[in-house]
Nanobody, 119 residues
Framework: QVQLVESGGDLVQPGGSLRLSCATS????????MSWHRQAPGKERELVAA????????NYADSVKGRFTISRDNAKNTVYLQMNSLKPEDTATYYC????????????WGQGTQVTVSS
């Protein structure tokens, strides 16, 4: 059974930091590119950050460059999103995604974790 379980979302003040985690199971984690997406109320889901299977390549949305860092631990089957200098516009539900790089192209989503940035 495939599972992606996000955690770490919280209410934080502007300028604060959070670290999101996405613990996975049920598939070969090291064969999947991982990414974080977010969706704010009334808006479309958007890509925040992505990381290659080995962690050697990353990319970020312009809105989070220099503030967010994506990383992964293939030994723990977990991907992380370190979020610094948070802004109210970062408020959203954050979702973890797994995309199979080689093979049938399987794609999996987590259930999301809520991040609220407010004073």
């Amino acid at each position: 059974q495939v599972q992606l379980v996000e955690s770490g979302g919280d209410l934080v003040q502007p300028g604060g930091s959070l670290r999101l985690s996405c613990a996975t199971s049920g598939f070969t984690f090291s064969s999947y590119a991982m990414s974080w997406h977010r969706q704010a109320p009334g808006k479309e889901r958007e890509l925040v950050a992505a990381i290659s299977t080995t962690g050697g390549s990353t990319n970020y949305a312009d809105s989070v460059k220099g503030r967010f860092t994506i990383s992964r631990d293939n030994a723990k089957n977990t991907v992380y999103l370190q979020m610094n200098s948070l802004k109210p516009e970062d408020t959203a539900t954050y979702y973890c995604n797994a995309q199979q790089v080689v093979g049938v192209g399987a794609n999996y989503w987590g259930q999301g974790t809520q991040v609220t940035v407010s004073s």
